[in-house]
């Protein structure tokens, strides 16, 4: 049974002075009151621009993130790349606000799409949604309630932006996912990835959606997407994740009194996630798998599932993903028994790349005083290389 407690494997690519560097960042995020403070402290500091960059670069930002452009990142691809282990860049850039911003956005990500396509260590290209338009807009336009010629031309542009993408990515052969943010916006995003679908994937999945698992209605979703590819006679790409914006949408299904689209406890979400990871494994043929988690029992059931179908350990269609700056025992670990591995690195200004630094704190803070699974890695890779066993 393949086992992830190799941390001589996981950290191989630290020094020991990123190690101690790594051990303080997660005990300092360890603590929930700290966390608490310093995101209201990081939004104030934003609001009355206030610099924090200096807070941030060297702790938070350093170890998530792979610097402010694609040329800063190379250094770490190439180091990830000694050990087997690819990276995904993605220009981090969440809630997009005006037209010449997300213009900006749009171009940088072309170049990351073209980067990606050239560089033998970069097997995906990635953006968010929320980068060429707002929330409401795309939220009006998952309603059929677009009114006015202002937010039509948002939609407008929206629509350019993924065709534009798509279409660089199908040209440079460059498989391109779309992220999934809130379950509300969500049906005009997936409606226009299912038409670049329909499109680019005539061949072989360039376009990937993305389905988090947390909701309940995915697993459906899912057998419906591939109903109407192999009508369609197209090939599906899907990145699974669980979902990172639960207690959002829990609050926002009670405020607005409608039943929540979220699992209803964690073993349900962790089933329907297996459930949704096996199903895509049995099409196969139809359906290319990213397995975006960090949940040891999820990664692991999937090499048992290509096992027992006889698939390489490298089947190109199946690819496991981590977050930069996380689970690298996982990573680090597969990649060594010759899966398809990729970190997902995000890169951008450390302004932009604030909520993804702060979700990321969030997700690494102690509950009832444990101590977190990454500190915990950490902590023995350290006593390990101190007594040289
Ligand atoms: C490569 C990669 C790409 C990603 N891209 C996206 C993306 O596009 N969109 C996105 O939303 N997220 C994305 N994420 C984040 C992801 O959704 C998860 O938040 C994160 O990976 C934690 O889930 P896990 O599978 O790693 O495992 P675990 O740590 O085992 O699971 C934690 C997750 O389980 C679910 N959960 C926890 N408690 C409960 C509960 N009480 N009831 C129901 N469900 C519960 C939540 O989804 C929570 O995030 C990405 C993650 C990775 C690794």
Request: glycine share 6%; proline share 4%.
């Amino acid at each position: 049974m393949l086992t992830f407690e190799n941390t001589e494997i996981a950290f191989r690519y630290k020094s020991n002075s990123d190690l101690t560097r790594a051990r303080f960042l997660f005990r300092t995020i360890a603590n929930p009151t700290l966390v608490k403070f310093g995101k209201s402290l990081t939004y104030f500091a934003l609001k009355m621009h206030l610099p924090i960059a200096w807070a941030i670069k060297p702790t938070l930002y350093k170890h998530f993130v792979g610097g402010e452009t694609l040329g800063e990142c190379e250094k770490t691809v190439q180091l990830l790349s000694k050990f087997k282990v690819k990276s995904i860049l993605d220009y981090s850039v969440e809630g997009g606000k005006d037209r010449s911003s997300m213009q900006r956005t749009l171009d940088e990500t072309i170049r990351s799409v073209i980067h990606a396509a050239r560089h033998p260590n970069i097997p995906f290209a990635v953006f968010k949604p929320t980068a060429f338009a707002s929330q409401e807009v795309l939220t009006l336009a998952s309603e059929n309630a677009v009114n006015g010629e202002e937010t039509q031309k948002s939609i407008d542009f929206f629509c350019d932006c993924v065709e534009l993408l798509c279409k660089t990515a199908f040209e440079n052969d460059i498989p391109i996912m779309i992220d999934a943010e809130d379950s509300w916006y969500q049906p005009f995003v997936d409606q226009l990835v299912t038409k670049m679908m329909e499109k680019y994937n005539k061949q072989k999945a360039i376009v990937y959606n993305t389905l988090q698992m947390y909701r309940t209605d995915r697993l459906d979703y899912l057998k419906e997407a591939l109903r109407k590819a192999e009508e369609g006679n197209y090939y599906l790409g899907m990145k699974f994740v669980r979902g990172a914006y639960m207690e959002k949408e829990r609050w926002r299904a009670s405020e607005k009194g409608y039943p929540s689209p979220i699992q209803p406890d964690k073993a349900a979400t962790d089933q329907n996630y297996d459930d949704g990871i096996e199903f895509s494994v049995a099409h196969l043929d139809r359906i290319s798998i990213f397995n975006g988690s960090h949940n040891e029992v999820s990664n692991r059931l999937l090499t048992e599932q290509m096992e027992k179908l006889g698939l390489a350990r490298n089947e190109p269609k199946i690819w496991f993903s981590q977050l930069y700056g996380m689970s690298d025992h996982i990573s680090f670990n597969l990649a060594s028994e010759g899966y398809n591995v990729a970190k997902y690195m995000p890169f951008g200004p450390v302004k932009s790349v604030l909520p993804y630094l702060i979700r990321r704190a969030e997700e690494n803070t102690s509950i009832a005083g444990q101590t977190g699974r990454e500190l915990s890695l950490i902590m023995k890779e350290i006593e390990r290389r101190k007594i040289g066993k």
